[in-house]
Structure formats: C-alpha cells, structure tokens
C-alpha cells in the first residue's frame, strides 16, 4: 500500500476513537462529572507518555506546548462538553464538523498555503448534520458560542502543529506527552471548582478510564499530530467528520438506536465525501503549448540564427602567383 494512504488509514485510526467517547462515557463512567472525564483523560495519558520518553521541553518548546496543550485540551474538553450539555439533538457535533472551513481559512492566513479539498470540507458537514442533527434540535447561544470556540480552538492547533512541527530528534509521542499533560493540569482546577472533588470509580469506570486513556487519548492524539505533521491539514481535518459518525454507528449497533433514510444518506454523503478528499491532487496531463514545451535554454546560450541570417562560407579566392625577383627592378635601371 501507498506510504500516504498508510498515514491516511493511521491517522483516521484517531477520530473513530474519539467516536467511542459517547458510548464509553454513558455506559461506563460516573454521571454528571464531564471535566473530571476529561482531565483524567488527559493529564494520565500525558504523565504516562512523558514516563516513557523522559524528554522534557527545551527552549521555545516550554510555551509552544502550553499553547498547544491549551488548545488542543485544556479548551477544547471544556467547551466540548459544554457546547454538549446546552445543544441537544446532536448541534454541537454539527459545529464541531464545520472544523475543515476553518482550518483552511487558517491554512492560507497562517500556513500561507491553498487549501485542498474545500469541495468536501462543505460537503462532509452536510452529511454529518442530516445523522446526527434531530427535527426537534434547539439552539442556545452559549452552547452555540461554546462549540464554535472549541471547533476553532482545536482548528487552531491543527494548523500550529503543522507550522511548529516538532523539535530535531524528538519523536511524535513525546510532543503528544508534552501537549497532554499541559493541558490535563488546565482542566483539573476548573473541574475541581465545577465538580468538587473526583469521583471514586468502579471497576466499569476503571475500565472506561483505562480505553479513555490508552486508546482514545495516548494512542489517538500521537496517531493525529503524526498525520498533522505528514498529510494536508485540510485533509486532516476531513476525518474529524469519522468522530460522529463512529458514535451514531455504535450508537446503532450497541444501544439499538435506528436510523432513518436521511440519516443513511447523510452517513453515506459524508463518509463519500471525507474519502474523495483524500485523494491526491491528479498530475496535469494536458498537452501544453509548443512555447511552454520548450526547453528553457541557458542564459548564455545563443539562439540559432534563421537561414538568411547565417553566415555564407566566403568562396576560395585565387592565391596570388609569386612575383619574381627581377620583376620588381625598373625596366630604366
């Protein structure tokens, strides 16, 4: 298989885990406590990958992983979670899908880049509305300001991972580790303030925590800063749109939820749209014109001359005949 649809296949691997938060979080981990799930995804995972690789920041990396942690984590979970408690019938999972415009609104202002794939940037967040969106969906501005901050914050950190990739010898699960445990340690003040204390799980929030944090943040966010730096970020962000989808997919198949027709051809319309646009932009193989054809000539090069400005061989002129010596005396002398 092509080394680019590896990388595509791998870091597809990260939104479809993302996708298993819906169903892990409400069958197997305490009600009510959405910050505390966060941050004991994050910080954990960050702690365990740092343990691992034993390599601390050096110079500019100190803050660019507070960014980036803050970013991806640290602001995200937060208004994630409370775009979902204040937007019911699925909105903020629309929200979150409209990711790709702003990532390549921010590929050309930050990466100075044409974005790719706009077509299915539009066409993906369609799909993802008709199945996740309800007829009796409600809209609350501070959920809608929450999801549209959130979807913005981590479309920004998208783009800055791409620009900042990673410092000479360090590899993508250390980056990972630095980004999650500076943003796990933002999360657990404000969930100690909202929330109180943690809460004392069982063994099914043991094991819910466990995938949480292995699976759906370690192993998913390593896999999605290593496709961040390798693959178009626009491109990137098309298998966003795999989170909902995988959710609505497990939602049918574990907790026998229906679908409808609309929610069939939106699941459909997006999946088609997020695999068009990872196809590699086609090579152009139109016939130019002879002058583009041409081979670019040297600068010193000599341009050859038409025919009647070439230069005619001179014809053979006539040696002249030794005069003798006694010629040259005067016939008076």
Request: glycine share 10%; proline share 10%.
């Amino acid at each position: 298989m092509d080394r680019r649809w590896t990388d595509v296949l791998s870091t597809a691997v990260a939104p479809a885990t993302w996708g298993t938060t819906y169903l892990v979080t409400s069958e197997l981990l305490p009600p009510g406590r959405p910050l505390w799930s966060g941050a004991l995804r994050a910080l954990p995972a960050g702690l365990l990958l740092l343990a691992l690789t034993r390599h601390r920041p050096q110079g500019a990396w100190w803050w660019r992983s507070a960014v980036l942690g803050a970013l991806n984590i640290g602001a995200f979970f937060p208004l994630l979670f409370l775009a979902a408690y204040r937007l019911p019938g699925g909105t903020a999972a629309v929200l979150g899908a409209v990711q790709p415009l702003l990532v390549a609104g921010l590929t050309v202002l930050v990466l100075h880049e044409r974005p790719r794939a706009v077509a299915a940037a539009v066409v993906a967040p369609l799909g993802v509305t008709l199945v996740v969106l309800r007829p009796d969906a409600g809209l609350d501005a501070i959920g809608v300001a929450a999801g549209l901050a959130g979807t913005a914050a981590m479309a920004t950190g998208l783009v800055l991972t791409r620009r900042w990739g990673r410092p000479e010898g360090v590899s993508t699960l250390t980056v990972t580790g630095w980004q999650l445990a500076a943003g796990g340690l933002m999360v657990v003040p404000l969930a100690l303030a909202v929330e109180g204390r943690p809460p004392a799980p069982d063994l099914p929030a043991l094991a819910g925590y466990a995938w949480l944090t292995l699976v759906g943040t370690a192993l998913a966010y390593a896999l999605w800063f290593r496709g961040a730096a390798r693959l178009p970020v626009t491109q990137v962000s098309l298998l966003g749109a795999l989170s909902p989808l995988t959710a609505a997919a497990l939602g049918w198949l574990a907790l026998g939820q229906s679908f409808t027709a609309w929610q069939l051809a939106g699941f459909v319309l997006a999946v088609g749209a997020t695999a068009v646009g990872q196809r590699p932009p086609r090579a152009d193989n139109r016939p130019r014109p002879a002058a583009l054809r041409r081979l670019r000539r040297p600068a010193n090069a000599r341009r050859p001359l038409p025919d009647a400005a070439q230069p005619q061989p001179v014809a053979a002129q006539p040696r002249p005949r030794p005069v003798a010596a006694e010629c040259l005396v005067s016939p008076d002398r």
